[in-house]
C-alpha cells in the first residue's frame, strides 16, 4: 500500500467550528488530491496540489481552503463548518499527475458535523 | 459534473460467476482507469487503457474500450466472496484529474 495516513479517520464537530483534515505522505509524489465522497454523487474533487505552495481549485471547492507547506503534507480546512459538509474525505497522489498515472488513496475521514 | 456512469448501480452474482458492470462517459479521453472500493476503505487502483487500445487484461480482469460509443465495461471472472466491493470508472480530466464515476457496488455470495 502507498503510504499515505490521513487524520483524524473520524470526526463529530458542530457547525461553525473550523475543521482541519490532514493528509500526510511518506512517496515524495508531486501531486496530492482531496476529494468528497457522498452517497450518489461519487467522488469530487475539492482541491489539489502540483507541488509545494501550488495548489488550484477542483469541483466543490466552496467552503474549503487548503495549503501545502511541505511535500509530505496537504491540509484540508474547513472555516466555518456546515452541515452540508458532512462527508467522507479522501486524499490521493500521484507521482506525475499526468493522465497516465493512477492516483493512490488513504482510507479516508469519516466528517460529522452536526 | 460527473463524466463517467456505471452501470448497474449494483450487482449481486454467486461465486465462479462472472460480474460485468459498464461505464459510460461524455467528452473525449485520453485514457480511462478502473478503481475498486472496499467498505471503509480508500479507492485501489486496478487497471489503465489508453484511448489507442480496445482490450487490456489483468489477472481476472478483463477492460474493454470502445471509444466510438464513449464506453468501457469491466468483467470480472470467476468472482470470489472477496471481490465484492465497489468499482468506479475515472477518465481525464485536463492532464492533472480525473473525474469518478458513481460507481457499481458488486456482491458475491459464497
Known amino acids: 500500500d502507498a503510504g499515505i495516513t490521513q487524520s483524524p479517520r473520524h470526526k463529530v464537530t458542530e457547525t461553525g467550528t473550523p475543521v482541519t483534515l490532514r493528509c500526510h505522505q511518506t512517496?515524495?509524489?508531486?501531486?496530492m488530491y482531496w476529494y468528497r465522497q457522498d452517497p450518489g454523487h461519487g467522488l469530487r474533487l475539492i482541491h489539489y496540489s502540483y507541488g509545494v505552495k501550488d495548489t488550484d481549485k477542483g469541483e466543490v471547492s466552496d467552503g474549503y481552503s487548503v495549503s501545502r507547506s511541505k511535500t509530505e503534507d496537504f491540509l484540508l480546512t474547513l472555516e466555518s463548518a456546515t452541515s452540508s459538509q458532512t462527508s467522507v474525505y479522501f486524499c490521493?497522489?500521484?507521482?506525475?499527475?499526468?493522465?497516465?498515472?493512477?492516483?493512490?488513496f488513504g482510507d479516508g475521514t469519516r466528517l460529522s458535523i452536526l | 459534473s460527473q463524466q463517467g456512469e456505471e452501470d448497474p448501480q449494483a450487482l449481486s452474482i454467486q461465486e465462479g460467476e462472472n460480474a460485468t458492470m459498464n461505464c459510460s462517459y461524455k467528452?473525449?479521453?485520453?485514457?480511462l482507469q478502473w478503481y475498486r472500493q472496499n467498505s471503509g476503505r480508500g479507492l485501489v487502483h486496478l487497471i489503465l487503457i489508453r484511448s489507442n487500445e480496445r482490450e487490456k487484461h489483468s489477472g481476472r480482469l478483463r477492460v474493454t474500450l470502445d471509444t466510438s460509443k464513449k464506453s468501457s465495461s469491466l468483467l470480472i471472472t470467476a468472482s470470489r466472496a472477496a471481490d465484492t466491493a465497489s468499482y468506479f470508472c475515472?477518465?481525464?480530466?485536463?492532464?492533472?484529474?480525473?473525474?469518478f464515476g458513481t460507481g457499481t457496488r458488486l456482491l458475491v455470495s459464497p
Open positions: 467528452t473525449s479521453i485520453n485514457n
Open positions: 490521493a497522489i500521484s507521482e506525475s499527475g499526468g493522465y497516465n498515472q493512477p492516483q493512490h
Open positions: 475515472a477518465t481525464d480530466a485536463g492532464f492533472q484529474k480525473l473525474v
Open positions: 512517496e515524495n509524489h508531486r501531486y
